[in-house]
């Protein structure tokens, strides 16, 4: 009887376009511990490159070779979070300068720092609580 319940279920979650189910990998404690401090130095970094735009792309760095140990690991959405963050940031800095002669690169300038900074406060935050990002 069961069976019956989980069938339609899962027949309705095919069907559903907005049903995701997160799947994640087993990982030892020791080693999720190890991947939320990477984390939450790289945020650190993120935060740090307002003054330096060097920790930025350590922080970048330490994202791409760190990337593979936490796929399938809560901590995977973060550092998918920090990606986006430092290239969109970049991106949009770029396009800010590129304007600022006709002024509303100011305002591209100012919104963008707004916005990293609050998805540096957003994802520290989930780091913090042990929350994957986008959930």
Known sequence: M???????????????PLVIEATYTEVDDESLRSLRTITIVVYVLQALSFFTAITGLIGLIINYVKRADAHGTWLASHFRW???????????????????????GFI????????????????????????????
């Open 108 to 135: 591209v300038l100012f919104v963008n720092m707004v916005w990293v900074i609050y998805r540096i406060v957003r994802g520290l935050l989930a780091v913090i609580d042990n929350k994957p990002m986008y959930s």
């Open 2 to 16: 069961q069976k019956e319940p989980s069938k339609q279920n899962s027949a309705a979650q095919a069907d559903d």
């Open 82 to 104: 920090q990606i986006r963050t430092f290239w969109y940031a970049l991106l949009w800095t770029v396009i800010g300068l590129l304007l600022v002669y006709f002024i509303v």
